[in-house]
């Protein structure tokens, strides 16, 4: 898996890795206590070192990288992992890398804008591109939702997957849509419901499947 992967790993590894140059770049500029993390209204609640945000998160994303493609690799059904599920995998964490530190160093040279608005957008248009993808994704123990009764069930595993690639679709275009109402409450309970809908929906289906 990770043989046949190799130059897509290395390039989004490259990617990963591509903030620490603005870093070096923007380092004077950069303040010594840089904010690191952000509330649920947008404001920095949460501060480290220079060094840190420039060196620290990149590289944690590299490892979360690595560590994905060799949980896939061990997968024992990675038979059914195709090459656009391990692109659509291994393109995550870079576009994450390079949203991450935009924000922490845009927010450090005082530009003025609300994070939270710009992750909720981002989260919508990643619930989308995943929720188009979902309904095709077969059965593995690293890709998709990964419940008792849908690994147990192909079934159960395709309902739950067509479920959930609708309402992550449809949450996702109403996450994008209400971004800058930057109401909280609604955000989280888009999130909830989005979650919560193909778990439900899986679990009736086990139920109804158990009854036959």
Known sequence: MIKKNMKTLIITSIIILLPIVAGLILWDKLPEKIPVHFNAQGEADGYGSRALAVFGMPLFMLAMQWICMAASSLDPKSKNITKKSINLVLWIIPAISLLVSGVIYAFSL??????????????????????????????????????????????????????????????????IATAFLNWVWLSLSIFVIMIAVPFI??????KKESKK
Not at 201 to 206: D, E, K, Q
């Open 201 to 206: 929906g899986s679990y009736l289906f086990h």
């Open 110 to 175: 005082g530009e003025e804008f609300n994070v939270g608005t710009v992750m909720v957008i981002f989260f919508g248009f990643f619930f989308i591109v995943i929720g188009n993808y979902l309904p095709k994704c077969k059965q593995s123990y690293t890709i998709g939702i990964k419940i008792s009764w849908t690994l147990d069930s192909t079934e159960n595993w395709n309902y739950t997957h067509r479920l959930a690639g609708k309402v992550w679709v449809i949450g996702g275009i109403v996450l």
